[in-house]
């Protein structure tokens, strides 16, 4: 750094509008929405499974971009996809649209090389994070993170669900067939 000159600016002013630039507002946020606790292991799991929740919930943090937010910007529902940087994060639970479900096999191949045979390639905001984070990782942190989307997708698979709630509906009892595209009443296909 020794060799790069420095430069002369102008700080510019903070361009967040008032009272939510106050940092009372953002302890109020913390206050609703920050889980301050530390990660429990889930007993009736095994080690890696534990070790891949541990690492999606923390240092991975797939929930940042895969959780649609309320309109103050707290996370709502844990990883059922959302609009991020004008992309579509999908959805990493039983709720994807994916017309081929994930394997675990899937979930290793896309996070370590950014690339599935079914589901395609890693774009947008998510190349970034594939190649240039989670390739990091070492095997014994990559399938810890692989397994947990494995358990997603064959509860996907055993429920027999070809069908998930039409999010323009609200609360009304309408669902989306995959392969029909429309909406009809009925919890079940």
């Known amino acids: 750094m020794t060799d790069v000159a420095p430069v002369k600016a102008v700080q510019e002013a903070n361009g967040i509008p008032f ?3 106050s940092r009372i507002w953002q302890a109020g946020w913390k206050l609703l929405f920050v889980d301050f606790g530390r990660y429990q292991a889930d007993p009736a799991q095994s080690d890696t499974w534990n070790r891949g929740a541990y690492l999606v919930q923390g240092i991975a943090h797939c929930g940042a971009c895969h959780t649609p937010c309320n309109v103050l910007g707290a996370e709502r529902t844990d990883h059922a996809g959302a609009a991020i940087e004008r992309w579509i994060a999908p959805a990493l639970t039983e709720h994807n649209e994916s ?10 191949s896309y996070l ?3 690339a599935t045979s079914h589901q395609g390639v890693a774009a947008g905001p998510m190349l970034p994070v594939v190649h240039a984070g989670l390739r ?3 095997d014994t942190d990559f399938r810890p993170l692989a397994s947990i989307w494995k358990i997603l997708a064959q509860a996907r698979r055993t429920s027999g669900s070809c069908c998930r709630p039409c999010g323009s509906l609200g609360g009304s009892c309408a669902w989306r067939r995959r392969s029909a595209g429309g909406c009809r009443s009925g919890p079940s296909c």
């Open 19 to 21: 009272p939510l630039g």
């Open 99 to 108: 017309a081929i479900p994930w394997t675990a096999d899937d979930f290793a």
């Open 112 to 114: 370590d090389t950014g």
């Open 136 to 138: 990091q990782l070492s």
